[in-house]
């Protein structure tokens, strides 16, 4: 009983973001800085911005607004769970190779990983961010992904770089159109800050700043909301998507050997059940001798609970054939 009691108290620590979890054993204590997490005012002030007429609370019912139809209804869905390596050149010819290699065995939908440009990292991320703005050489990911999804006729959800505006550096979510153009950006919005003691200990919020807005974009496939790993955890953002008539939930994502096995799945899950929708989630390949160790298991989960899992850490590509996005 005492020690199912701990495993309860680490499992609901995880579940809050900004956390540490204090001393105690199954008494353990929880603390989470209401900064770390978006205020369900703010949630519903984003909400009402585009349309006064929009009401979270009826989220849950049939979509706030009128679904959109979408030009393709049945496709492949690639999730190009890449291994990531200190050299930038080399995670973009990678990832343009799985890119290319994902639309040749026919799909329309091409995900990447969180971060997948360089390491993840708190010294990394100032070192490898781009200025998206500016393109060409001062984002020469940013320019790549658009370069292939115009070739290759694809819509990319480019999992995330980071991005440097100003004096602010964002873990950003590019979303680029068959024809190249950039749809729509996602700056994460729930910053990773957690302290598992013996465990993991990580705080974005030293280099990164928060982002201010969820995302929504119309695509080739449908209607897509985005979020990037940690947005994962709060329904409320999966909630607003749903509502804003979504067809599929899109989370580039890069959790750990902890986090990893407790909650990557589950939320998921939770998110594609509540929701009714399509769940598609890309992580970059296990790398046991990196500083961070990503947990993989890149994941396209069904309204309905039907999972498509992949368990192999190393394999760059999983391509996922003829999904019906219907809610």
């Given at each position: 009983m005492r020690a199912a009691a701990a495993a309860t108290s680490t499992a609901a620590a995880l579940l809050a973001p900004g956390l540490k979890l204090c001393a105690g054993g199954?008494?353990?204590?929880?603390?989470?800085?209401?900064?770390?997490?978006?205020?369900?005012?703010?949630?519903?002030?984003?909400?009402?911005?585009?349309?006064p007429s929009f009401r979270p609370?009826?989220?849950?019912?049939?979509?706030?607004?009128?679904?959109?139809?979408?030009?393709?209804?049945?496709?492949?869905?690639?999730?190009?769970?890449?291994?990531?390596?200190?050299?930038?050149?080399?995670?973009?010819a990678?990832?343009?190779?799985?890119?290319?290699?994902?639309?040749?065995e026919g799909a329309k939908?091409?995900?990447?990983?969180?971060?997948?440009?360089?390491?993840?990292?708190?010294?990394?991320?100032?070192?490898?961010?781009?200025?998206?703005?500016a393109g060409g050489d001062a984002a020469p990911s940013f320019s790549m992904m658009s370069e292939v999804a115009r070739i290759l006729q694809v819509t990319l959800v480019g999992g995330s770089i980071?991005?440097?505006?100003?004096?602010?550096?964002?873990?950003t979510c590019c979303i680029f159109g068959s024809d190249g153009k950039l749809k729509g950006k996602h700056r994460k919005i729930h910053l990773f800050d957690i302290d598992i003691p013996g465990k993991i200990t990580f705080k974005e919020s030293k280099t990164l700043t928060a982002g201010q807005n969820p995302t929504v974009v119309d695509t080739d496939v449908g209607r897509i909301g985005i979020g990037i790993c940690y947005d994962i955890r709060f329904q409320e953002l999966a909630m607003l998507y749903a509502a804003r008539g979504a067809h599929l939930l899109c989370y580039p994502g890069a959790f750990n050997m902890t986090?990893?096995?407790?909650?990557?799945?589950?939320?998921?899950?939770?998110?594609?059940?509540?929701?009714?929708?399509?769940?598609?989630?890309?992580?970059?390949?296990?790398?046991?001798?990196?500083?961070?160790?990503?947990?993989?298991?890149?994941t396209l989960v069904g309204p309905t609970d039907t999972m498509h899992h992949h368990k192999t850490n190393s394999v760059p590509v999983v391509v996922f054939a003829n999904n019906l996005l219907e809610r």
């Amino acid at each position: 009983m005492r020690a199912a009691a701990a495993a309860t108290s680490t499992a609901a620590a995880l579940l809050a973001p900004g956390l540490k979890l204090c001393a105690g054993g199954a008494r353990a204590r929880v603390s989470c800085p209401s900064r770390s997490r978006l205020p369900l005012h703010r949630i519903a002030a984003m909400a009402s911005a585009p349309n006064p007429s929009f009401r979270p609370e009826e989220a849950r019912s049939p979509p706030a607004l009128e679904l959109p139809t979408p030009p393709l209804s049945k496709f492949k869905v690639a999730l190009c769970q890449l291994s990531v390596t200190a050299d930038k050149n080399r995670n973009i010819a990678h990832a343009r190779a799985a890119i290319e290699k994902a639309a040749s065995e026919g799909a329309k939908l091409v995900l990447l990983p969180e971060i997948w440009n360089g390491p993840y990292s708190n010294d990394s991320f100032p070192e490898y961010a781009e200025d998206i703005e500016a393109g060409g050489d001062a984002a020469p990911s940013f320019s790549m992904m658009s370069e292939v999804a115009r070739i290759l006729q694809v819509t990319l959800v480019g999992g995330s770089i980071a991005e440097r505006s100003g004096n602010n550096l964002y873990n950003t979510c590019c979303i680029f159109g068959s024809d190249g153009k950039l749809k729509g950006k996602h700056r994460k919005i729930h910053l990773f800050d957690i302290d598992i003691p013996g465990k993991i200990t990580f705080k974005e919020s030293k280099t990164l700043t928060a982002g201010q807005n969820p995302t929504v974009v119309d695509t080739d496939v449908g209607r897509i909301g985005i979020g990037i790993c940690y947005d994962i955890r709060f329904q409320e953002l999966a909630m607003l998507y749903a509502a804003r008539g979504a067809h599929l939930l899109c989370y580039p994502g890069a959790f750990n050997m902890t986090t990893g096995p407790l909650h990557w799945e589950l939320l998921q899950r939770a998110r594609a059940t509540d929701n009714q929708l399509f769940v598609a989630t890309c992580g970059p390949a296990r790398d046991t001798s990196a500083g961070y160790v990503a947990w993989g298991h890149s994941t396209l989960v069904g309204p309905t609970d039907t999972m498509h899992h992949h368990k192999t850490n190393s394999v760059p590509v999983v391509v996922f054939a003829n999904n019906l996005l219907e809610r």
